[in-house]
């Protein structure tokens, strides 16, 4: 029972940075854990990040490890995405994503609708 909606997608040049947002409405957003995914056109869906429902543990993608960091603002209902050193592979669309605590396993509930990131060589 909540809603995501993604911001601050772009294009931008291999070696700069992005932040992309993730703002959730309909539920206490202390709930969910969250999570950061990301799909290139022909591939399938890859897990970027995720974050406990405090914002006390985080996993990564070995991929961007050093490069992004995952955050939330439990107060103002926001997940955040720090992309730095981006690289062309990085290009995708992102999608943020929410599951509730209260369950076993890591199978997400909702979905935002994606941001666009391009990087440019």
């Known amino acids: 029972q909540v809603q995501l909606v993604e911001s601050g997608g772009g294009l931008v040049q291999a070696g700069g940075s992005l932040r992309l947002s993730c703002a959730a409405s309909?539920?206490?957003?202390?709930?969910?854990?969250m999570g950061w995914f990301r799909q290139a056109p022909g591939k399938e869906r890859d897990f970027v990040a995720a974050?406990?429902?405090?914002?006390?543990?985080?996993n990564y993608a070995d991929s961007v490890k050093g490069r992004f960091t995952i955050s939330r603002d439990n107060a103002k209902n926001t997940l955040y995405l720090q992309m730095n050193s981006l690289k062309p592979e990085d290009t995708a669309v992102y999608f943020c994503?929410?599951?509730?605590?209260?369950?076993?396993?890591?199978?997400?509930?909702?979905w935002g609708q994606g941001t666009q990131v391009t990087v440019s060589s």
């Open positions: 974050i406990s429902w405090s914002g006390g543990s985080t």
């Open positions: 994503a929410a599951r509730w605590r209260y369950k076993p396993g890591t199978s997400y509930d909702y």
């Open positions: 309909g539920r206490t957003f202390s709930n969910y854990a």
